[in-house]
């Protein structure tokens, strides 16, 4: 199997992965007794007759058979066409369009920052295992692994906020004056101002799985015959754990890469709010606090599950090219 | 007979095994640790009433001691917002008066012709405990004294401001400073029953009471000990009319107010009951509160126009310092600042007045009380109090226990064993079943969950109106086996190939005996290990749905908790830095116990898979 037949693979399996996706979104919904027309008549109290109410119904198709409506809803869904807000009319893929950017830039930034950290310091670990560094990093990871990340969010408030005030406590962009337009070079330096603290606390939440997953991962291979060869080359001991020691022993790491994704979203929804970043996380939050918002709660999973999947194809993608059994075996 | 002594005989090697797997544990440093903290906790779900004194969730005081607060009306045990006790031992809490001086700039405006000072009342920013001296600083630096009522006003007990008169402000020029110099004081104030026995179950309690009358002969006053509301003992009052007008009977209960502060409210409460030989007797009961240091006298609240009828029933009054009758009677929205602005000694009166009786007749008094509720309270303070009234942090701190290790055992109990089970199916069966039962953990592993659980949860809502903790069990169970059964799978894979696998076929085991008695024992390290290792991420799963609020509102959680002050707007007027003793325990409890069961798991790791104890 070459490299063009692997990937085509696994597009067809990613869109499966969309086809479920769409499907649990279905199922979700029609797993409300009664229909969302039935709830809006019961709550004008008998203002509406029958015929307007079937009208309605009709006008929203949810007269027609469930086949038709599940088809309906995958050709909806697959151009993501959301509806509009029940409150401002907004179409939902406008309201979603700047906190999914927001968050995709937060998710980012947290997630490649971790990475290198926490291979770098895991692959450290691993080499002094048992020694002070070591005992230091694996307990400090343990303890950051298990801690809630509302908890993380809250001490590195109190901490860079409101003692140091190095940077502000909530929002994601300073109120500006009326009428100034910020240069460019300034509104990227207030963005980065804003963002420092919710990616450090996601940062924290995350590395922690890195260490720990680098160092199992190193010691699987640092006895490895081939690794005992290149000390014997007489190879610096850095590119013996460099190359030939991380190289193998990353392999791991990148299918991790894709399921860590899952687990970011859902630290970014809590991240999110704590910090009032106007990202798909503070959105779900408005969208549950204080009445839910069903549609645009859909909306959110659905688009967090397409980047979930998204990554996760990248990820595969990557395996294939780094490791080439992969694709023959 | 065999049988038995076999059944004997594998129990005790099961104990055996156990035995030695605890004295492994015990000398890992991080397993003993991980234990300790999960029995601290398991004791603490266990002992939670006992610790805990207060209801989780709705809170009261005792209904049978102020029974006018029985049913809906809830008595509240503390006052909303209250800092924990030991705050006031903190260095940097002041405690005393202070003297404040607060300052305008006198500004004049030009309006057709004249000139109008821009406002001559100023609000001012604390309680004044004492009044005040006004002194006006000219732009040149000579200083006036203001004299008070003839340049100067103040309303300090109704909105705290002072007036200045338009006249004097529009000759003083423009840019003078006027200054306000005032006493407040500050201190964190308890609770403070004045009677530590309300329900006046002993005759001592009565020497704590003074009774005061013009009218001596009238009234003899005594303990009974069987009349009272619940039968406990109470006062009565024995009345036989000696003149014609209405006579009447005070009874003060004097006490020392101790604190710089004043309280955050106050509640009166009395209980009576009227035995008269006529039926259109009458007595009129009034509440005051007089501070002897001010020499003031506050009438709390009169109950001219529902006096007390003869009835075989007590009859229950209270009276709450936030009423309409108590804030218009004292002439001030907060009635506690007016009457203990500064530590006094202040009586608690409650006025009698008999009217049309013939002879004689008997007034029994209970549950005799006035609370003031101070700003501090239990070991953690309480919640804001939306929408029941004011929680003890820590008892539901305590209740909260309970709650993270249920959901978090059972859900990872639930998941390992739905894990094990299909892992084993997938593995053992291979082919189709695999295929299908893999690729569905694919599909579940690859979903943001947390996510997931939110529309899940509330479609849940909107479609029941409430969700339940074993809603939620049932969705980290379903959602947390994936992984399991993978490693479950492999580890079969490589087991069905081993040689003792082929010699039980060989001698014709079938496929749930070979499962059953050589996979299972074989995969059964890995149970221990996952079973510690999936706690955590249930704990943490649900209290991040409890922190978003998608919890079961009935259930004292700890992520409930921390929704309370998310939605309680305290973190953005007064920050973390004054109300952290509210949301740190919980968080802490829940790293604490989290971290506990991750130890425990490395540690079973350990010891389970020696494998890994060779190469490190």
Known sequence: ??????????????????????????????????????????????????????????????????????????????????????????????????????????????????????????????????????????????????????????????????????????????????????TSFEYVLARLRYIVLPTFTLFLFTVGGWILLTRACVLETINEDYVVTARAKGLKERTVLYKHVLKNASLPLITSVALAFASLVGGAIITETLFSYNGMGLLTWHAIYPVPNLPLLQAIFYISALLVIIANFIADLLYGIIDPRIRYG | MKTLATRKARLKFTVRRFKNVMTQISKSKRGTLGVGVIVFFVILAILAPVIAPYDPIRPRRDPEQYPAFSGQTILKIADKLCYPVWYKYLPWITRGPSERIDQFVNTLILSDGELYPKTTSFQLRDRVAEPLTVTAELPNGTVIELVQNKEWTWDIEKIRQVNIDPTLATNLPNGTVISVKYLTGFEITENIDILSDPGITSSETLNKINFLTNYSDSFNIEFNNEKGFKNDGCIAIEYSKTSSEDEEITLEIPFEYPHWSPPKSFVTHFSARLEADTSNARVIATVYIENKNTNKTYLISSIADNPIKPSPQFLHYSEVSTSNETTTNVGSLYPEQVIFPLPSNVSFIVKLKFQNVNQSATLYLDNLQCLLYGNSFGLLGTDNGSPYPPRDIFSTLVHGTRVSLIV?????????????????????????????????????????????????????????????????????????????????????????????????????????????????????????????????????????????????????????????????????????????????????????????????????????????????
């Open chain 2, 408 to 616: 978090g055992v059972l859900s990872a109990l639930f998941s390992t064993i739905i894990g094990l089970f299909l892992g084993l199916i997938s593995g053992y069966m291979g082919g189709f079943v695999d295929e299908i039962i893999m690729r569905f953990a694919d599909l579940l592993l690859v979903l943001p969950t947390l996510p997931l659980f939110i529309v899940l949860i509330a479609v849940m809502k909107s479609t029941y109106g409430l969700v339940n903790i074993w809603n939620i069990i049932i969705l980290i169970t379903f959602f947390g086996w994936m992984s399991f059964s993978r490693s479950v799978r492999s580890m079969v894979l490589s087991i069905r190939e081993r040689p003792f696998i082929e010699a039980a076929k060989a001698a014709g085991g079938g496929k749930f005996y070979i499962i059953t008695r050589h996979i299972i024992p074989n995969v059964f390290p890995l149970v221990y290990v996952t079973l510690a290792t999936s706690v955590p991420g249930a704990i943490i799963t649900e209290a991040s749905l409890s922190w978003l609020g998608l919890g079961d509102p009935s259930v004292p959680s700890w992520g409930k908790i921390l929704y309370d002050f998310n939605v309680s707007g305290i973190a953005v007027t007064k920050g973390l830095t004054e109300y952290w003793f509210w949301i740190f325990p919980p968080c802490v409890a829940i790293a604490l116990l989290a971290t506990a069961f991750i130890l425990l798991g490395f540690a079973l790791d350990e010891i389970l898979n020696p494998k890994l104890r060779e190469r490190r």
């Open chain 1, 1 to 182: 199997m070459g490299l063009r037949a692997y990937v085509a693979r696994r597009i067809v399996y990613s869109i499966i992965l969309i086809w479920a996706v769409i499907t649990i979104n279905f199922l979700i919904f029609s797993m409300l007794p009664g229909d969302p027309i039935a709830q809006y008549v019961a709550s004008l109290k008998g203002r509406i007759d029958k015929e307007r109410y079937e009208q309605l119904r009709h006008d929203f198709g949810l007269d027609q058979p469930l086949h038709v409506r599940y088809l309906h809803s995958l050709i909806s869904l697959l151009t993501f066409n959301f509806g509009r807000e029940a409150g401002s009319g907004e179409p939902v893929l406008n309201v979603m369009r700047e906190p999914m950017l927001n968050t995709i830039i937060l998710m980012g930034t947290a997630e490649v920052l971790s990475i290198i950290v926490g291979i770098l310091l895991g692959v450290i670990a691993a080499y002094k295992r048992d020694g002070i560094i070591d005992t230091v990093l694996t307990t400090g990871s343990l303890v950051t692994y298990s801690v809630p990340i509302f908890f993380v969010g809250w001490i590195v408030i109190l901490i860079f906020a409101i003692q140091l005030h190095w940077f502000p406590a909530g929002g994601w962009i300073p109120d500006w004056p009326r009428g100034y337009v910020p």
